[in-house]
Every structure is written in structure tokens, then in C-alpha cells.
Nanobody, 123 residues
Framework: VQLQASGGGLVQAGGSLRLSCAAS????????MGWFRQAPDTEREFVAG????????LYSDSVKGRFTISRDNAKNTVYLQMNSLKPEDTAAYYC?????????????????WGQGTEVTVSS
């Protein structure tokens, strides 16, 4: 499966962005999906995850209440709605498809990764 992330950009603190992750070559409707982010000189960290049916979602403590992950299996696409953005949210954001159908916070659960989309939040 190939994953293409988009929607990043420059936004002021308090603003919003919506990231999209479109899958191609095969369906992701049976895969748990996740978003991770990586700022310069830091480890890639978990942001949000969603189960194959979209009924279970997971969030890191740092984004809980501000970010929302969702999916449209008919469009083979996963989204990350980011509200109330903070400068510390600045990073490259990556989408990933898990080996299993459940949501997961662990990087090792994800087999397929898209390229990053850059998010910059100015203060």
C-alpha cells in the first residue's frame, strides 16, 4: 500500500489544519491507521490512531481534546483535524497503516508509512 499525506502548511497559533492521508494500490479498510509526528532532532512520536471501523480512537496526551482522527473507508482516506494549534505542534506529520485492524500507539505496529507533510505553527 502507498500512503500520501497532504494538508500541511503554515498557521498561526490557535488556528486549524486538516491533514489527509490517501491510500493507493490496495484498500486500507481492514487496517488500523495512525498519525505520527517528528520535530527536528527528536524521535518520531505517536499522535493519533484509529481502528479499521473507526469506532476506537487513541490520542497522545499532548493532542487529546484538540485533534480528531477519522477515516472514510469508501475513499480509502484517513484524516487528522487539528484545532487550537500550538507552536509545539510544529513537526513533520506522517500517516501509517498498521499490520492489524486495531488502533495502536506503538510504532512497531505499523508496516506502511507515507511521506511527511510539514506543519508549522507560528506564535
Amino acid at each position: 500500500v502507498q500512503l500520501q499525506a497532504s494538508g500541511g502548511g503554515l498557521v498561526q497559533a490557535g488556528g486549524s489544519l486538516r491533514l489527509s492521508c490517501a491510500a493507493s494500490l490496495r484498500t486500507i479498510s481492514n487496517n488500523g491507521m495512525g498519525w505520527f509526528r517528528q520535530a527536528p532532532d527528536t524521535e518520531r512520536e505517536f499522535v493519533a490512531g484509529i481502528s479499521w471501523r473507526g469506532d476506537i480512537t487513541l490520542y497522545s496526551d499532548s493532542v487529546k481534546g484538540r485533534f480528531t482522527i477519522s477515516r472514510d473507508n469508501a475513499k480509502n482516506t484517513v484524516y487528522l483535524q487539528m484545532n487550537s494549534l500550538k507552536p509545539e505542534d510544529t513537526a513533520a506529520y506522517y500517516c501509517a497503516a498498521a499490520r492489524q485492524s486495531v488502533a495502536s500507539k506503538s510504532r512497531s505496529s505499523y508496516a506502511y508509512w507515507g511521506q511527511g507533510t510539514e506543519v508549522t505553527v507560528s506564535s
